[in-house]
């Protein structure tokens, strides 16, 4: 009887800590993957980042025009899925195919 109350004891011990390691892994995956908090967050902080290399005339034509297509395809993206994690990951992401001037860009010297 008492070998058997010893074995449960050591059972119990060895399996419901790495029970709850393994939910609490899980849970935080779930949890911070697609968190729109976090993701306002970082987006504004990348948005603001962006915003100041388009508006420094310290910086060439490209690179200021680069960041105002990438905040364009952000807030694009925003607005198609009312989503801060992926306006975030498009605004990270964006490569812009062609620096050409098009309607409504701003015009650098």
């Not at 009312?82 to 015009?107: K, V």
Request: proline residues 3%; contains cysteine; hydrophobic residues 35%.
């Amino acid at each position: 009887m008492r070998y058997l109350i010893v074995k449960s004891l050591f059972i119990g011990v060895l399996v419901i800590p790495t029970h709850a390691v393994a939910e609490r892994d899980k849970l935080g995956e779930v949890v911070t993957e697609r968190n729109e908090t976090i993701c306002k967050q970082k987006f504004t902080q990348e948005l603001f980042t962006q915003q100041r290399i388009f508006s420094s005339d310290r910086n060439g034509s490209d690179k200021r025009r680069i960041a105002e297509r990438k905040i364009e395809a952000a807030r694009n993206k925003y607005n198609l899925t009312a989503s801060y994690c992926d306006a975030y990951d498009e605004l990270i992401t964006f490569n812009p195919e062609t620096l050409d001037r098009r309607p409504g860009d701003a015009q650098f010297e």
